[in-house]
């Protein structure tokens, strides 16, 4: 009996403007090596960055959120 064939996908990766796969495999680097206190310290510091704002929002109106974002930009 004769095995049936599974064709092969190619994977088609895009990446946003300025990121590539070494890119992403840096960062990927950077997030598994770091400590659970690094990480921490950089959570908070996210908060005290001066120009940015942090914003709580259901998950349920989370893809609307992201759809008026992407029409102010």
Partial sequence: MRKARTPKLKRVT???PGWDEQRVQQLLAH???QSEDEAVAEDE???EHEGTSMVEVPT???PAVRELLAKAH
Avoid: D, S, V
């Fill in 60 to 62: 349920r109106l989370l």
């Fill in 14 to 16: 895009e990446f946003p």
């Fill in 31 to 33: 997030y598994e090596n």
């Fill in 45 to 47: 510091a996210a908060f």
